[in-house]
């Protein structure tokens, strides 16, 4: 696993190998920020969003927005091991500034934060996980987004989550077993 782009490009990251976990290929991610920076479907500026990595994991996604402009990136991640390797990764790297480290439940952290506004959001949950649509449904409510803003959602191939309520698709990209949903709240 590397930076695939931006002022860190080239840089490995740390990950861990467990069944919980799953790294975002490098090829998935690059996919996604050349569909973030060029599509006109998507229309998002990345330099200088704000960006809510949720179950962070060790902080691929994230680390890799820090890399290419992101004025702030909030990472959000409840497992232990994960979060171990993610500060591993931050310190490494020597990313301090522009990062907040969030050690608790995707849910806890929106509880609390109803009025925080970013750019980009994205959910990377295990792919059992059913409960990020909950989450998906608070941003919605408490509009914790700004006007302009997209969602990416990484899930397996196969998976027949509905998010008609909640966002608007905009594109769908299939890699190998992931599936990436672009999109932005209703």
């Known amino acids: 696993m590397r930076i695939v782009g931006g002022k860190y490009k080239g840089k490995s990251l740390n990950h861990i190998k467990s069944f919980i976990t799953r790294p975002l290929k490098d090829v998935v991610k690059e996919n996604i920020f050349n569909i973030l920076s ?8 990345l330099e200088n969003s704000k960006v809510l990595d949720l179950y ?6 994230g680390i890799e927005c820090v890399s290419r402009g992101a ?8 497992d232990k091991n994960a ?3 993610l500060k591993k990764n931050l310190l490494e790297i020597k990313i301090n500034n522009e990062v907040i480290l969030i050690d608790d439940s995707v ?4 509880s609390r934060n109803k009025k925080e506004k970013y750019n980009i959001f994205f959910f990377d949950p295990p792919f059992s996980e059913k409960k990020f649509l909950e989450n998906l449904r608070s941003i919605r409510i408490f509009k914790n987004f700004f006007k302009n803003h997209v969602v990416v959602i990484h899930r397996e191939k196969d998976a027949k989550d509905d998010f008609k ?12 077993r992931s599936k990436i949903f672009f999109g932005v709240f209703c």
């Open 107 to 110: 849910e806890n952290y929106l």
């Open 165 to 176: 309520n909640e966002i608007n698709i905009l594109k769908i990209k299939i890699y190998g």
């Open 38 to 45: 060029h599509s006109n479907d998507v229309g998002i500026n």
């Open 56 to 61: 962070s994991g060790t902080g691929s996604f």
């Open 71 to 78: 004025k702030k990136v909030t990472f959000v991640e409840k």
């Open 83 to 85: 979060l171990k390797v």
